[in-house]
Protein backbone atom coordinates (compact mmCIF):
# COMPACT_ATOMS: atom_id res chain seq x y z
CA UNK A 1 0.00 0.00 0.00
CA UNK A 2 3.23 2.38 0.63
CA UNK A 3 4.97 1.70 -2.61
CA UNK A 4 4.18 4.40 -4.76
CA UNK A 5 4.31 6.63 -1.78
CA UNK A 6 8.00 5.48 -1.49
CA UNK A 7 8.68 5.97 -4.67
CA UNK A 8 7.69 9.29 -4.90
CA UNK A 9 9.29 10.34 -1.89
CA UNK A 10 12.84 8.34 -3.03
CA UNK A 11 12.78 10.59 -6.33
CA UNK A 12 12.29 13.95 -4.00
CA UNK A 13 15.56 12.76 -2.25
CA UNK A 14 17.40 12.48 -4.82
CA UNK A 15 18.06 15.70 -5.23
CA UNK A 16 17.67 16.51 -1.63
CA UNK A 17 20.43 16.57 1.08
CA UNK A 18 19.44 16.73 4.73
CA UNK A 19 21.94 18.51 6.96
CA UNK A 20 21.77 17.29 10.57
CA UNK A 21 23.59 18.13 13.73
CA UNK A 22 24.57 14.53 15.68
CA UNK A 23 28.15 15.81 17.53
CA UNK A 24 28.10 17.52 20.28
CA UNK A 25 31.01 19.36 22.38
CA UNK A 26 31.28 18.63 26.18
CA UNK A 27 28.72 21.11 27.10
CA UNK A 28 25.84 19.50 25.06
CA UNK A 29 26.21 22.42 22.19
CA UNK A 30 26.68 21.42 18.82
CA UNK A 31 29.83 21.36 16.95
CA UNK A 32 28.78 20.97 13.50
CA UNK A 33 26.63 20.00 10.85
CA UNK A 34 26.90 16.54 8.68
CA UNK A 35 25.11 16.67 5.28
CA UNK A 36 23.08 13.21 4.87
CA UNK A 37 21.39 11.60 2.18
CA UNK A 38 18.56 8.93 2.44
CA UNK A 39 16.53 6.17 0.46
CA UNK A 40 13.72 4.46 1.64
CA UNK A 41 14.36 0.81 1.33
CA UNK A 42 10.50 -1.13 2.75
CA UNK A 43 8.15 -1.29 5.27
CA UNK A 44 8.66 -3.63 8.02
CA UNK A 45 7.03 -4.16 11.43
CA UNK A 46 8.76 -3.77 14.43
CA UNK A 47 7.98 -4.25 18.51
CA UNK A 48 7.62 -0.79 19.98
CA UNK A 49 6.76 -0.30 23.39
CA UNK A 50 4.77 -3.99 23.16
CA UNK A 51 3.22 -3.15 20.11
CA UNK A 52 3.84 -4.26 16.44
CA UNK A 53 3.17 -0.91 13.91
CA UNK A 54 5.03 -0.53 10.69
CA UNK A 55 8.14 1.32 10.11
CA UNK A 56 9.62 3.54 6.87
CA UNK A 57 12.72 1.38 6.64
CA UNK A 58 16.19 3.48 4.85
CA UNK A 59 19.56 3.93 4.47
CA UNK A 60 21.42 6.83 5.29
CA UNK A 61 24.35 8.09 3.29
CA UNK A 62 26.93 10.43 5.40
CA UNK A 63 28.40 12.67 3.06
CA UNK A 64 31.50 14.67 2.81
CA UNK A 65 31.28 18.38 4.78
CA UNK A 66 33.36 19.79 6.45
CA UNK A 67 36.14 19.76 9.00
CA UNK A 68 34.99 18.93 12.14
CA UNK A 69 32.68 16.05 10.64
CA UNK A 70 35.38 14.74 7.92
CA UNK A 71 37.65 14.60 11.05
CA UNK A 72 35.05 12.43 13.22
CA UNK A 73 33.39 10.11 10.54
CA UNK A 74 36.43 9.51 8.37
CA UNK A 75 37.11 7.48 12.35
CA UNK A 76 34.46 6.20 12.10
CA UNK A 77 34.77 4.82 8.25
CA UNK A 78 38.41 4.01 9.18
CA UNK A 79 37.27 1.35 12.31
CA UNK A 80 34.24 0.22 11.02
CA UNK A 81 34.71 -0.11 7.15
CA UNK A 82 31.84 2.16 4.60
CA UNK A 83 28.85 0.47 5.43
CA UNK A 84 27.28 -0.75 8.70
CA UNK A 85 24.34 -2.50 8.96
CA UNK A 86 22.03 -1.27 11.55
CA UNK A 87 20.11 -3.69 14.27
CA UNK A 88 16.82 -3.05 15.71
CA UNK A 89 17.55 0.03 17.94
CA UNK A 90 21.15 -0.47 17.98
CA UNK A 91 23.23 1.91 16.27
CA UNK A 92 26.26 0.76 17.85
CA UNK A 93 29.11 3.81 16.86
CA UNK A 94 26.68 5.57 15.22
CA UNK A 95 24.37 6.30 18.08
CA UNK A 96 23.91 9.89 18.16
CA UNK A 97 23.80 10.15 14.28
CA UNK A 98 21.18 7.45 14.34
CA UNK A 99 18.98 9.14 16.98
CA UNK A 100 19.11 12.52 14.87
CA UNK A 101 18.70 11.74 11.24
CA UNK A 102 16.07 9.13 12.51
CA UNK A 103 13.67 11.39 14.62
CA UNK A 104 14.19 13.91 11.68
CA UNK A 105 13.61 11.89 9.13
CA UNK A 106 10.32 10.96 10.84
CA UNK A 107 8.87 14.46 11.22
CA UNK A 108 9.40 14.57 7.23
CA UNK A 109 7.51 11.29 6.49
CA UNK A 110 4.63 12.60 8.03
CA UNK A 111 3.68 14.70 5.11
CA UNK A 112 3.48 12.05 2.99
CA UNK A 113 1.28 9.88 5.56
CA UNK A 114 4.25 7.29 6.17
CA UNK A 115 4.72 5.80 9.55
CA UNK A 116 7.99 6.39 11.18
CA UNK A 117 11.86 6.15 10.08
CA UNK A 118 13.65 3.07 10.94
CA UNK A 119 17.35 3.80 10.18
CA UNK A 120 19.05 0.07 9.12
CA UNK A 121 21.99 0.98 7.14
CA UNK A 122 24.79 3.41 7.21
CA UNK A 123 26.65 4.43 4.17
CA UNK A 124 29.92 6.58 5.06
CA UNK A 125 31.13 8.05 1.92
CA UNK A 126 33.91 9.78 4.17
CA UNK A 127 37.16 8.94 3.18
CA UNK A 128 38.98 6.80 6.19
CA UNK A 129 41.12 8.39 8.43
CA UNK A 130 44.59 7.34 7.77
CA UNK A 131 45.33 6.97 11.26
CA UNK A 132 49.14 5.30 12.52
CA UNK A 133 49.09 2.18 14.16
CA UNK A 134 50.19 3.69 17.63
CA UNK A 135 46.32 5.52 17.50
CA UNK A 136 44.87 2.22 16.39
CA UNK A 137 46.13 0.32 19.75
CA UNK A 138 46.00 3.43 22.22
CA UNK A 139 42.03 3.72 21.42
CA UNK A 140 41.93 -0.57 21.40
CA UNK A 141 43.30 -0.44 24.85
CA UNK A 142 41.51 2.06 26.12
CA UNK A 143 38.69 0.04 26.88
CA UNK A 144 40.26 -3.29 28.21
CA UNK A 145 42.22 -1.04 30.72
CA UNK A 146 38.96 0.58 31.95
CA UNK A 147 37.55 -2.77 32.50
CA UNK A 148 40.36 -4.55 34.00
CA UNK A 149 41.07 -1.53 36.63
CA UNK A 150 37.22 -2.10 37.58
CA UNK A 151 37.68 -5.51 38.15
CA UNK A 152 40.74 -5.29 40.05
CA UNK A 153 39.44 -2.36 42.53
CA UNK A 154 35.98 -4.54 43.03
CA UNK A 155 38.47 -6.82 45.14
CA UNK A 156 40.59 -4.40 46.71
CA UNK A 157 37.52 -2.01 48.15
CA UNK A 158 36.89 -5.27 50.24
CA UNK A 159 40.12 -4.71 51.82
CA UNK A 160 41.48 -8.59 51.37
CA UNK A 161 44.53 -9.72 50.61
CA UNK A 162 45.73 -12.73 49.42
CA UNK A 163 46.29 -14.62 45.68
CA UNK A 164 43.26 -14.22 43.18
CA UNK A 165 42.80 -15.36 39.56
CA UNK A 166 40.68 -13.07 37.36
CA UNK A 167 37.97 -12.95 35.61
CA UNK A 168 37.26 -16.61 36.87
CA UNK A 169 36.81 -15.62 40.88
CA UNK A 170 34.97 -12.43 39.71
CA UNK A 171 32.11 -13.75 37.51
CA UNK A 172 33.23 -17.58 36.57
CA UNK A 173 35.06 -16.86 32.95
CA UNK A 174 37.77 -18.23 32.35
CA UNK A 175 39.68 -15.81 30.60
CA UNK A 176 39.46 -12.11 29.09
CA UNK A 177 38.88 -11.94 25.62
CA UNK A 178 38.88 -8.25 24.14
CA UNK A 179 37.89 -7.87 20.48
CA UNK A 180 40.98 -6.88 18.72
CA UNK A 181 42.84 -8.66 20.99
CA UNK A 182 44.22 -12.19 19.44
CA UNK A 183 45.83 -13.63 22.66
CA UNK A 184 43.04 -14.39 25.36
CA UNK A 185 44.60 -13.83 29.11
CA UNK A 186 44.05 -14.04 33.40
CA UNK A 187 45.77 -11.51 35.93
CA UNK A 188 46.85 -13.48 38.60
CA UNK A 189 45.82 -10.56 41.41
CA UNK A 190 48.10 -10.76 44.43
CA UNK A 191 46.52 -8.25 47.40
CA UNK A 192 49.35 -7.47 50.13
CA UNK A 193 49.45 -5.48 53.19
CA UNK A 194 52.08 -3.63 54.77
CA UNK A 195 52.57 -1.03 57.45
CA UNK A 196 56.04 -0.06 55.86
CA UNK A 197 54.28 1.15 52.58
CA UNK A 198 53.47 4.47 52.86
CA UNK A 199 50.75 4.56 50.63
CA UNK A 200 50.34 1.71 47.84
CA UNK A 201 52.67 0.23 45.33
CA UNK A 202 51.80 -1.46 42.62
CA UNK A 203 53.81 -3.95 40.52
CA UNK A 204 53.15 -6.22 37.23
CA UNK A 205 54.59 -9.00 34.77
CA UNK A 206 53.57 -10.77 31.75
CA UNK A 207 54.21 -14.21 31.79
CA UNK A 208 53.70 -14.64 27.64
CA UNK A 209 53.64 -18.91 27.80
CA UNK A 210 50.80 -18.73 30.56
CA UNK A 211 48.78 -15.69 28.85
CA UNK A 212 49.05 -14.34 32.47
CA UNK A 213 49.09 -10.92 33.60
CA UNK A 214 50.45 -10.97 37.12
CA UNK A 215 49.63 -7.23 39.30
CA UNK A 216 50.97 -7.28 42.81
CA UNK A 217 49.20 -4.12 44.84
CA UNK A 218 50.62 -3.88 48.28
CA UNK A 219 49.44 -1.72 50.65
CA UNK A 220 48.99 -0.14 53.94
CA UNK A 221 46.18 -1.12 56.18
CA UNK A 222 46.17 2.11 58.12
CA UNK A 223 44.96 4.13 54.83
CA UNK A 224 41.94 2.40 53.62
CA UNK A 225 40.22 4.40 50.94
CA UNK A 226 42.21 6.94 50.96
CA UNK A 227 44.75 5.68 48.16
CA UNK A 228 41.73 4.47 45.88
CA UNK A 229 42.48 7.62 43.53
CA UNK A 230 46.26 6.53 43.59
CA UNK A 231 46.12 3.20 43.18
CA UNK A 232 43.74 3.81 40.27
CA UNK A 233 46.77 5.83 38.39
CA UNK A 234 49.61 3.34 39.08
CA UNK A 235 47.18 0.54 37.63
CA UNK A 236 46.59 2.90 34.76
CA UNK A 237 50.31 2.59 33.99
CA UNK A 238 51.46 -0.56 35.02
CA UNK A 239 48.37 -2.46 33.06
CA UNK A 240 48.57 -0.39 30.03
CA UNK A 241 52.88 -1.21 30.45
CA UNK A 242 51.69 -5.11 30.56
CA UNK A 243 49.00 -4.68 27.72
CA UNK A 244 52.05 -3.34 25.54
CA UNK A 245 53.85 -6.35 26.43
CA UNK A 246 50.76 -8.57 25.49
CA UNK A 247 50.56 -6.29 21.67
CA UNK A 248 54.02 -7.18 20.90
CA UNK A 249 53.12 -10.64 21.61
CA UNK A 250 50.55 -10.68 19.28
CA UNK A 251 53.05 -9.46 16.51
CA UNK A 252 55.51 -12.16 17.21
CA UNK A 253 58.23 -9.61 18.85
CA UNK A 254 61.35 -12.05 19.92
CA UNK A 255 61.93 -11.68 23.56
CA UNK A 256 65.13 -12.48 25.30
CA UNK A 257 65.16 -15.66 26.36
CA UNK A 258 66.85 -14.55 29.48
CA UNK A 259 65.78 -11.03 31.39
CA UNK A 260 69.30 -9.36 32.21
CA UNK A 261 70.32 -8.99 35.93
CA UNK A 262 71.63 -5.63 35.24
CA UNK A 263 68.81 -2.93 35.99
CA UNK A 264 70.06 -0.38 33.58
CA UNK A 265 70.12 -3.31 30.86
CA UNK A 266 66.97 -4.23 32.10
CA UNK A 267 65.04 -0.76 31.64
CA UNK A 268 66.93 -0.19 28.28
CA UNK A 269 65.53 -3.39 25.99
CA UNK A 270 63.58 -2.40 23.44
CA UNK A 271 60.66 -4.27 24.56
CA UNK A 272 60.64 -3.21 27.63
CA UNK A 273 61.20 0.66 27.02
CA UNK A 274 58.28 0.61 24.08
CA UNK A 275 56.14 -0.52 27.53
CA UNK A 276 57.41 2.68 29.27
CA UNK A 277 56.04 4.61 26.80
CA UNK A 278 52.86 3.47 26.67
CA UNK A 279 52.01 3.29 30.55
CA UNK A 280 53.47 6.90 30.85
CA UNK A 281 52.02 8.32 28.12
CA UNK A 282 48.36 7.04 29.27
CA UNK A 283 49.15 8.73 33.03
CA UNK A 284 50.18 12.22 30.71
CA UNK A 285 46.80 11.92 29.01
CA UNK A 286 44.82 11.10 32.27
CA UNK A 287 46.20 13.62 34.38
CA UNK A 288 46.99 16.10 31.54
CA UNK A 289 50.47 16.49 32.35
CA UNK A 290 53.50 16.58 30.74
CA UNK A 291 55.23 13.20 29.54
CA UNK A 292 58.62 14.01 31.02
CA UNK A 293 57.23 15.11 34.37
CA UNK A 294 55.03 11.89 34.35
CA UNK A 295 58.26 9.91 33.57
CA UNK A 296 60.19 11.63 36.42
CA UNK A 297 57.70 11.49 38.85
CA UNK A 298 57.81 7.89 38.42
CA UNK A 299 61.16 6.91 38.50
CA UNK A 300 61.59 9.16 42.11
CA UNK A 301 58.91 7.54 43.37
CA UNK A 302 60.11 3.91 42.58
CA UNK A 303 63.74 3.98 43.25
CA UNK A 304 63.24 0.85 45.49
CA UNK A 305 62.11 -0.95 42.41
CA UNK A 306 64.72 0.54 39.61
CA UNK A 307 67.50 0.39 41.77
CA UNK A 308 69.21 2.72 38.94
CA UNK A 309 71.71 5.25 39.72
CA UNK A 310 70.66 8.67 38.86
CA UNK A 311 73.39 8.80 35.89
CA UNK A 312 71.27 5.08 34.49
CA UNK A 313 67.69 6.97 35.27
CA UNK A 314 69.11 9.68 33.32
CA UNK A 315 69.98 7.16 30.62
CA UNK A 316 66.84 5.33 30.27
CA UNK A 317 65.14 8.75 30.86
CA UNK A 318 66.64 9.83 27.34
CA UNK A 319 65.85 6.48 25.68
CA UNK A 320 61.95 6.76 26.62
CA UNK A 321 61.72 10.31 25.42
CA UNK A 322 63.61 9.28 22.56
CA UNK A 323 61.06 7.11 21.76
CA UNK A 324 58.20 8.45 22.32
Do not use: C
Not at 173 to 199: A, C, H, M, Q, R
Not at 258 to 264: F, G, L, M
Not at 273 to 289: H, N, P, W
Request: hydrophobic letters at 35%; proline letters at 5%.
Amino acid sequence: MYEETLERVNKFFDNHVFEIYSLFDKDGEPIAPTNVKVKLTGIKNYVSMGESKPFVNFTAYILPTNEESDRFNSVLSRHFGKEQEIKTFDYGAYSNFGWVIQKKLSEFLKYFSLPEAMLTKVVNEVEPAKLNENLIVESRYDNVVRTLIKDIVSFYKYQRDGEFVLPEDLNGKEFYDFPGIKNSFVIELNLEFDEDVETVEVDGAYYREEDVIEITIVSNPEIGFKNLEELIGELNETIRHELEHVYQHQKGFEFPKREPKSPIKYYTQPHELEAQVAGFKRIAKLKKLPLIQVIRNWFNKNQNRHRLNPKEVETVIRKIIELS
